[in-house]
């Protein structure tokens, strides 16, 4: 009996190593070709642990993307996505501040006042020039007499419009 078994044993492993070794040496695959990878003696000087040079017949193998295509994990909604506010940029010029024309101040001085009979004149000083004006008088193209009282002078700046009244003595 005991001859029986161990031929059985023999008959089981027999067996297994042609079924694990028909199938590598009936397939003329690629695979085949780069299995195939000679294995030297290392040489004298060669430093431990290296690895061996590879044969140039043995092709590398290419590697596979394994990784999921999109997200696993993704959140889903029955909502409608929300839309995106889209921004406009306007150029802002900063405005530059124009201050209202001011009126300046009466460049004449008061000399002095000639009263005739049917005529009142005033004599104006601006700088060393010196004007004899009456009412309705224009002065430099830019100030106009509009009136000549016992205590005032008016006058109308022509660019802007705008009256002043310049002292020209007192009621005594």
């Known amino acids: 009996m005991n001859t029986k078994r161990v031929t059985g ?3 089981f492993f027999g067996v297994a190593a042609a079924l694990a070794w028909l199938p590598e040496y009936f397939s003329p695959g690629e695979d085949a070709d780069s299995a195939e990878v000679s294995v030297t003696a290392p040489a004298k000087n060669a430093n431990r642990g290296a690895l061996p040079a590879s044969n140039a017949k043995a092709k590398e193998a290419p590697i596979m993307d394994l990784s999921p295509a999109g997200d696993l994990f993704a959140a889903k909604s029955w909502k409608a996505a929300p839309t995106l506010a889209t921004v406009t940029e306007i150029a802002v010029n900063p405005a530059t501040v ?3 024309p001011s009126l300046p101040p009466v460049p004449f001085q008061f ?3 000639l009263h005739d009979r049917s005529d009142l004149q005033v004599f104006l000083q601006n700088g060393e020039k010196i ?6 008088d224009v002065i430099d193209d830019t100030w106009k007499i509009t009136g ?3 205590v005032e002078l008016s006058l109308v700046y022509l660019p802007l419009h705008l009256s002043q009244t310049l002292s020209v003595g007192s009621t005594q």
């Open 9 to 11: 044993w023999l008959a």
């Open 98 to 100: 124009v201050q209202a």
């Open 111 to 113: 000399v002095g006042r």
């Open 131 to 136: 004007y004899v004006v009456r009412n309705g």
């Open 148 to 150: 000549i009282s016992d």
